[in-house]
């Protein structure tokens, strides 16, 4: 692995038995956003290229095997002001149409419809691949859902029309009026049961039957993860986990068959036999030696498996809350946010780690384990009704993956990656746990910081898990018209801003900007990294402070004819404004070094005057 200064992966060489070889690279532009990814190996290399708009939001994703166009305030849906999509178009493996999808959002964000759409104008292709959502409770929880697909060779109509009947937040039961199945035993709710109750659940609020899956009694450890999966029949699975709830096998027994599925590290083995082993960008076939790229799109949803060599081998097309359209073959089982999708005996689950998604109901099975952060929204409700902006990586927390990472910065197995809202106060609280964000509306907002030292932290003293749910509470209860007006009285009214930060506590760094400068979070959006504070800082800290965490440049004062004149450090992002224009007449400065901290750039200036001090080193900063 190779990186830049910035500590950015730039390289990444991959070699196993020493026959499969591949090499993955990674360009970043001038604010550390990912622009490029290129895998090489075999005969022919594939790169993907990520464009951006002015607010930092995906707009495209280009690849000669997937490319995606996302639309916002354009496009050929309804504009959305507020970070929704209002469309978007797609095309994947060796298919010459151009699909899409025109989305509609009620006042709280949450899907209506989506309507499919082929070729670059979006013309709708009525009873195709189009999902709608006939109503929500006021927790959020889907009350209808209407699903069109494949019938037959040839024919599409409507294969789901789904009336939700719930006690309080979980479900009694799903009937569905359409009779009519997917073609090619395809994506679609199976309604195997017509009683009045159909969900069980335990006292902990965790799904323990389900009637129309045929599950007729599910077991639990003391994480709440699923241990045994019973069904009709006499067909089961069970699970082993390790003590942070990892999983590391399932044992499928299906008609009298038994396929035992060992998951030790990236390597998976099936029934004692090393299968395959999982990479940042696809998988390794052990039993041919042979390397596959998956191409994803911008929610990290598997579009298209291709081989080393660019043939393609799988394409994936997904309906909003995360089912497959009829695919012609189906080659691994990590599909929808990347995540595995277990099939056997109908289960038809998502796997996210610390719980299982049913894509066709747009539901978790057991409450959200950061339930009591978010009281505002139903514990089994998936992405606040917008799966189309969010995701749930781990099911644990939302994420808006349309703002890109400054980079890609990484603290034991987790990887921070969001930003999120201020809240009024002077002194900023700690962030202790590993943390995904969201960011809504109000991350458009403006804010002056001192010096650019903010800490990216709410008010008061919480933990991570509560900034979460503040977030996802205001979104969920706050129509958009209330969050623009909130976004503009914060913008009329920007607040300064405090660090009391105890050594050792992560926290995001600060945004680049100057004294008394306005600086939309979105610009920046998405984590600008973490760091561990070395120092206590308990007050406000000016920008040449040693206890400044801005990232600072050292640089080398010349003369015009080439005379040293002096090492020197600024924390301005453009190194040359230092000086005034008229200063700069005869002079000319190079740039050395970009360093995290105002600190570890006096260290570099201290150590060079030791070797060369020059007649306007007078002081150090």
């Given at each position: 692995?190779?990186?830049?200064?910035?500590?950015?992966?730039?390289?990444?060489?991959?070699r196993?038995?020493?026959?499969?070889?591949?090499?993955l690279?990674?360009?970043?532009d001038?604010?550390g956003?990912?622009?490029?990814?290129t895998?090489?190996?075999?005969?022919?290399?594939?790169?993907t290229?990520?464009?951006?708009?002015?607010?930092?939001?995906?707009?495209?994703?280009?690849?000669?095997?997937?490319?995606?166009?996302?639309y916002y305030?354009?496009?050929?849906?309804?504009p959305?002001?507020?970070?929704n999509?209002?469309?978007?178009?797609?095309?994947?493996?060796?298919e010459?149409?151009?699909?899409?999808?025109r989305?509609?959002?009620d006042?709280l964000?949450?899907?209506?419809?989506?309507?499919?759409?082929?070729?670059?104008?979006?013309?709708?292709?009525?009873?195709?691949?189009?999902?709608?959502?006939?109503?929500?409770?006021?927790?959020?929880n889907?009350?209808?859902?209407?699903?069109?697909?494949?019938?037959?060779a040839?024919?599409?109509g409507?294969?789901?029309?789904?009336?939700?009947t719930?006690?309080?937040?979980?479900?009694?039961?799903?009937?569905?009026?359409?009779t009519?199945?997917?073609?090619?035993?395809?994506f679609?709710?199976k309604?195997?049961?017509?009683?009045?109750?159909?969900?069980?659940?335990d006292?902990?609020?965790?799904?323990?039957?389900d009637?129309?899956?045929?599950?007729?009694?599910?077991?639990?450890?003391?994480?709440?993860l699923?241990?045994r999966?019973e069904?009709?029949g006499?067909?089961?699975?069970?699970?082993?986990y390790?003590?942070?709830g990892?999983?590391?096998?399932?044992?499928?027994?299906?008609?009298?068959?038994?396929?035992?599925?060992?998951?030790?590290?990236s390597?998976?083995?099936?029934?004692?036999?090393?299968?395959?082993?999982?990479?940042?960008?696809?998988?390794?076939?052990?039993?041919?030696?042979?390397?596959h790229?998956?191409?994803?799109?911008?929610?990290?949803?598997?579009?298209v498996v291709?081989?080393?060599?660019?043939n393609?081998?799988e394409?994936?097309?997904?309906y909003?809350?995360?089912?497959?359209?009829a695919?012609?073959?189906?080659?691994q089982?990590?599909?929808?946010?990347g995540?595995?999708?277990?099939?056997?005996?109908?289960?038809?689950?998502?796997d996210?780690?610390a719980?299982?998604?049913?894509?066709?109901?747009?539901?978790?099975?057991?409450?959200d384990p950061m339930?009591?952060?978010?009281?505002?929204?139903?514990?089994?409700?998936y992405?606040?009704?917008?799966?189309?902006?969010?995701?749930?990586?781990?099911g644990m927390s939302?994420?808006?993956?349309?703002l890109?990472?400054?980079?890609?910065y990484?603290?034991?197995?987790?990887?921070?990656?969001?930003a999120?809202?201020?809240?009024h106060?002077?002194?900023?609280s700690?962030?202790?746990?590993?943390?995904?964000?969201?960011?809504d509306l109000?991350s458009e907002?403006?804010?002056?910081?001192n010096?650019?030292?903010?800490?990216?932290l709410?008010?008061?003293?919480?933990?991570a898990?509560?900034?979460?749910?503040s977030q996802?509470?205001?979104?969920?209860k706050?129509?958009i018209?209330?969050?623009?007006?909130?976004?503009?009285?914060?913008m009329?009214?920007?607040q300064?801003?405090?660090?009391t930060?105890?050594?050792?506590?992560?926290m995001?760094?600060p945004m680049?900007?100057?004294?008394g400068?306005?600086?939309s979070?979105?610009?920046?959006?998405k984590?600008?990294?973490?760091t561990?504070?070395?120092?206590?800082?308990?007050?406000?800290?000016?920008?040449?402070?040693?206890?400044?965490?801005?990232?600072?440049?050292?640089?080398?004062l010349?003369?015009?004819?080439?005379?040293?004149?002096k090492?020197?450090?600024?924390s301005?992002e453009?190194?040359?404004?230092?000086?005034t224009?008229?200063?700069?007449?005869?002079?000319?400065?190079?740039?050395?070094?970009?360093?995290?901290?105002?600190?570890?750039?006096?260290?570099?200036?201290?150590?060079?005057?030791?070797?060369?001090?020059?007649?306007?080193?007078?002081?150090?900063?």
């Amino acid at each position: 692995m190779t990186y830049d200064h910035s500590g950015r992966l730039l390289t990444n060489a991959h070699r196993i038995n020493n026959s499969v070889s591949a090499t993955l690279s990674y360009n970043y532009d001038e604010l550390g956003r990912l622009t490029s990814v290129t895998r090489s190996g075999g005969s022919k290399s594939l790169t993907t290229t990520n464009q951006y708009n002015l607010r930092g939001w995906t707009i495209s994703t280009q690849s000669p095997l997937f490319s995606q166009r996302l639309y916002y305030t354009d496009g050929k849906g309804t504009p959305c002001y507020n970070g929704n999509i209002s469309s978007m178009t797609w095309k994947a493996g060796n298919e010459t149409v151009t699909r899409g999808y025109r989305f509609e959002y009620d006042p709280l964000s949450r899907l209506k419809n989506a309507t499919y759409a082929e070729g670059e104008t979006l013309s709708p292709k009525p009873n195709y691949y189009d999902e709608q959502i006939t109503g929500y409770d006021k927790n959020g929880n889907i009350l209808g859902l209407k699903r069109y697909g494949q019938t037959s060779a040839s024919g599409y109509g409507l294969i789901d029309n789904l009336a939700i009947t719930l006690n309080g937040n979980q479900l009694l039961s799903v009937n569905d009026a359409v009779t009519t199945s997917a073609f090619n035993n395809g994506f679609e709710f199976k309604d195997n049961s017509k009683q009045a109750t159909e969900y069980i659940y335990d006292d902990n609020g965790n799904l323990i039957k389900d009637l129309n899956k045929k599950i007729t009694k599910i077991q639990y450890n003391y994480l709440n993860l699923p241990d045994r999966i019973e069904f009709e029949g006499g067909s089961s699975i069970s699970y082993l986990y390790d003590a942070a709830g990892k999983k590391l096998r399932a044992v499928h027994t299906i008609a009298g068959n038994t396929t035992t599925t060992d998951y030790c590290g990236s390597v998976i083995f099936e029934n004692g036999t090393p299968k395959t082993v999982l990479t940042e960008a696809g998988f390794v076939s052990l039993n041919d030696n042979k390397y596959h790229y998956y191409l994803q799109d911008y929610q990290g949803n598997n579009r298209v498996v291709a081989d080393q060599n660019g043939n393609v081998e799988e394409v994936n097309h997904y309906y909003p809350f995360g089912g497959v359209f009829a695919n012609t073959s189906s080659i691994q089982l990590y599909k929808y946010n990347g995540k595995e999708l277990d099939t056997k005996n109908g289960l038809n689950w998502y796997d996210y780690g610390a719980r299982h998604y049913d894509a066709a109901i747009g539901r978790w099975h057991v409450v959200d384990p950061m339930a009591e952060k978010c009281y505002s929204c139903s514990p089994y409700s998936y992405c606040l009704g917008n799966p189309i902006r969010f995701i749930d990586p781990t099911g644990m927390s939302i994420g808006d993956p349309l703002l890109q990472t400054f980079g890609r910065y990484e603290y034991g197995n987790n990887t921070f990656t969001n930003a999120f809202k201020f809240v009024h106060n002077t002194v900023a609280s700690v962030v202790n746990t590993p943390i995904q964000m969201i960011n809504d509306l109000a991350s458009e907002t403006e804010y002056i910081y001192n010096n650019g030292v903010g800490s990216y932290l709410s008010s008061g003293i919480q933990d991570a898990t509560d900034a979460i749910g503040s977030q996802i509470s205001y979104l969920a209860k706050t129509p958009i018209s209330k969050q623009v007006s909130d976004t503009w009285q914060e913008m009329k009214e920007p607040q300064n801003w405090e660090n009391t930060v105890a050594e050792g506590t992560l926290m995001f760094m600060p945004m680049k900007v100057g004294i008394g400068t306005k600086r939309s979070i979105s610009t920046a959006a998405k984590g600008v990294g973490v760091t561990k504070t070395e120092n206590i800082v308990k007050t406000a800290v000016h920008g040449n402070s040693l206890k400044s965490q801005r990232p600072t440049w050292g640089y080398k004062l010349y003369s015009t004819d080439g005379t040293f004149l002096k090492n020197g450090i600024t924390s301005q992002e453009i190194p040359q404004k230092r000086y005034t224009k008229a200063f700069m007449e005869n002079k000319k400065m190079k740039t050395i070094e970009l360093f995290p901290n105002r600190q570890a750039a006096w260290n570099w200036e201290y150590q060079q005057n030791l070797i060369e001090q020059g007649p306007l080193n007078k002081n150090m900063h």
